[in-house]
């Protein structure tokens, strides 16, 4: 089963905006992982922060995580029509199996 | 610097076929590995992960099977195919100690396979 889900499905919106993408899971973690994919391409790891980090930045990339509520969300800021892609978060589990599990993906679609 | 191959990058197979997926990885040793599959326009299911030659975990009981003759090389195979199976397989593998993945994954470029 997926761990984590992806909100909302898909998101359009105009270049120069911001993006935000949320995603949920449902046991302990020991680090969620942001992930891009473009159209039948593989996946291209953008940005970790770890189950005891709260905020993460990366360029235009500002990643939170909340521990509490399950939930994390990635914000792409001034974003380009390069940007449109589908975007993934990922979970690896604290105890037990040592791999990624992936929710189902936010469609983003930019504008110009 | 490391870098992930992956062949064919498109497969049209028949039913009933064989399958022989190919995965390596240069760069790095004693990398951990990973099959998934994606469905069209859906998330990533992993199938089978490795930490060590010859070491297989299967997450999903079906007919493909995978093997790491060596310590860079992740095959996935079937010995019949089934129309379930087209999809997009991605290989990937990561560096971290206990496989928590803290480096991140690195993912090959897929194969598309049909089966027909």
């Known amino acids: 089963s997926q761990q984590g889900e992806e909100d909302p499905q898909a998101l359009s919106i105009q270049e120069g905006e911001n993006a935000t993408m949320n995603c949920s899971y449902k046991?302990?973690?020991?680090?969620l992982q942001w992930y891009r994919q473009n159209s039948g391409r593989g996946l291209v790891h953008l940005i970790l922060?770890?189950?005891?980090?709260r905020e993460k930045h990366s360029g235009r990339l500002r990643v939170t995580l909340d521990t509490s509520k399950k939930s994390s969300s990635l914000l792409i800021t001034a974003s380009r029509a390069a940007d449109t892609a589908s975007y993934f978060c990922?979970?690896?589990?604290?105890?037990?199996?040592?791999?990624?599990?992936f929710g189902s993906g936010t469609r983003l679609q930019v504008q110009p | 610097s490391q870098t992930i191959h992956q062949w064919p990058a498109t497969l049209v197979q028949p039913v009933g076929s064989p399958l022989s997926l190919e995965c390596t990885v240069e760069?790095?040793?004693?990398?951990?590995l990973y099959w998934y599959r994606q469905a069209a326009g859906r998330g990533l299911q992993l199938l089978f992960y490795?930490?060590?030659?010859?070491?297989i975990s299967s997450e999903v009981p079906q007919n493909l099977s995978a093997s790491r003759p060596q310590d860079r090389q992740f095959i996935l195979s079937s010995k019949k195919l089934l129309l379930s199976d087209s999809g997009f397989y991605l290989c990937?593998?990561?560096?971290?100690?206990?496989?928590?993945?803290?480096?991140?994954?690195?993912f090959g470029s897929g194969t598309r396979l049909t089966v027909v």
């Open positions: 760069g790095t040793s004693n990398p951990n």
């Open positions: 490795s930490v060590g030659i010859g070491q």
């Open positions: 990937a593998w990561s560096g971290s100690v206990q496989g928590r993945g803290l480096d991140g994954y690195t």
């Open positions: 922060i770890r189950s005891n980090e």
């Open positions: 990922a979970t690896v589990k604290d105890t037990g199996r040592r791999a990624l599990t």
């Open positions: 046991t302990s973690i020991n680090n």
